[in-house]
């Protein structure tokens, strides 16, 4: 298959949202089928995540910034790149206020709208100078959907959207009413276009189903090689624990404030504990830490290359998850993959009758605490047992069915099925 690829998010680009379409660019490319991928060359991420293609299949295009007054607000984009901007609002509710105003307005239908007239060009001149069997494209951000539809009816190439997060129907829709209204219509007539529908759990693929399109549940996973060959690094002391969390803190949805009450219930107990947080957007943690009083067993960094990220949790005894507070089921992050691949136990806080609440318990992949007391209990049977065994772990047989290659090899059998027999 000759496959255009279209994700505005791509390695070497260091973010959650590349991982996914780089490392499907990958595996196509290893099945032998011809892809070309259209990017972004100037995303506001930092740089650190591996490209697993070669070059000359690549095409980056520049999008001008529409949050290029915020980003200098927040200290410029270099700054926000390994931070967010959640150091700027969580100082000031009206700024916060300012933020939420500035996206409803301008955000259409994502910050990334800057990049949707260059990726188009660009995208006309590979589809005149080549011949494709389909458009893939692979959102958030939801921008990309524009292109890929757009492309599809000018050259009438089967294309398919990928949906690694909801659009109005997603769990952290954030905008008024009246926008949502607008959005839907949009929605519908971008996906109704599309020859398949791709997401990531069957809730959200339940969820998707009204587009009247084949829906197709595509997993996300681990990568077996991203860790092959590494050695069992050596353990903290027996008597504390080293806690690991990498990504971003979403405020309102992760309960950083039962995680940080807990840690001050254990460390009166007489616990040792080091929490390690590393990654974009971590303001709200490091504020309810200051408010238990345990900020100094915290050590928070900006964002790290992947393979750095991967190295850390790897090094720790407990890899800290939060589960999303709310009813949604279906969300099933990358992070959770990645937990899973690394082979440390997980501990997830929030509510334990969630499905991926219960992937993990039932799986033997970690545990689940929602109080501040289940918090500190967990805490003191981990810390005893790693006292016993010396090094926390989860075994590999627990951890086989979380693979991407598995789901990617079910993709491709999928999109085989959209060409002419």
Same mark, same amino acid.
């Given at each position: ?124 001149? &590979?589809?005149?100078?080549? !011949? ?7 959102? /958030?951000? %939801?921008? *990309?959907?524009? #292109? ?120 009166? &107990?007489?616990?040792?504990? !080091? ?7 971590? /303001?709200? %943690?490091? *504020?309810?830490? #200051? ?131």
């Amino acid at each position: 298959m000759r496959i255009l690829l279209i994700s505005y998010c791509f390695p070497p680009f260091n973010s959650i949202g590349a991982i996914r379409p780089g490392k499907l660019a990958s595996y196509l490319v290893s099945r032998g089928h011809d892809v070309r991928v259209l990017t972004c060359s100037n995303q506001p991420f930092p740089l650190g995540l591996p490209v697993e293609v070669e070059p000359g299949r690549i095409t980056a295009v520049v999008g001008w910034s529409i949050n290029a007054p915020a980003e200098w607000l927040a200290g410029g984009r270099e700054l926000v790149a390994r931070e967010g901007f959640a150091r700027l609002t969580a100082t000031s509710k009206r700024m916060g206020r300012l933020a939420r105003w500035y996206r409803t307005l301008l955000h259409w239908p994502d910050a990334q709208v800057g990049w949707v007239r260059s990726a188009r060009r660009a995208g006309l001149t &590979l589809m005149h100078s080549e !011949r494709f069997d389909l458009i893939y494209v692979s959102a /958030a951000p %939801l921008s *990309a959907l524009r #292109v890929g539809a757009r492309l599809s009816s000018e050259f009438d190439v089967p294309w398919v959207a990928e949906l690694r997060d909801l659009w109005t129907d997603n769990h952290a829709y954030a905008y008024p009413a009246w926008r949502r209204a607008i959005e839907r219509a949009w929605e519908s007539r971008l996906l109704g276009s599309a020859a398949a529908i791709v997401t990531v759990s069957a809730p959200l693929a339940a969820k998707l189903s009204h587009h009247g399109r084949p829906v197709w549940e595509i997993r996300n996973g681990y990568d077996p090689e991203d860790t092959a060959g590494w050695s069992t690094p050596e353990s903290t002391a027996p008597d504390e624990l080293r806690v690991v969390y990498t990504g971003s803190v979403y405020p309102g949805h992760h309960d950083t404030e039962t995680f940080c009450a807990g840690i001050a219930r254990f460390s009166a &107990l007489g616990g040792r504990i !080091r929490v390690v947080a590393v990654g974009r957007d971590l /303001a709200a %943690l490091a *504020a309810s830490a #200051v408010r238990h009083n345990v900020s100094h067993l915290f050590e928070i960094q900006p964002t790290i290359p992947r393979l750095e990220a991967l190295k850390l949790q790897h090094s720790a005894d407990l890899l800290l998850m939060f589960l999303w507070q709310g009813s949604e089921e279906g969300i099933y992050t990358t992070k959770f993959f990645e937990y899973a691949g690394v082979g440390q136990p997980m501990m997830a806080i929030g509510s334990a009758t969630g499905d991926v609440a219960r992937w993990i318990e039932q799986s033997e992949l970690g545990s689940v605490a929602s109080t501040d007391v289940e918090v500190a209990k967990a805490l003191v049977l981990w810390q005893t047992r790693k006292g016993s065994t010396g090094k926390l772990s989860v075994p590999a047989r627990k951890r086989e069915d979380f693979t991407r290659q598995t789901q990617f090899a079910r993709l491709e059998l999928l999109l085989r099925s959209l060409l002419p027999s």
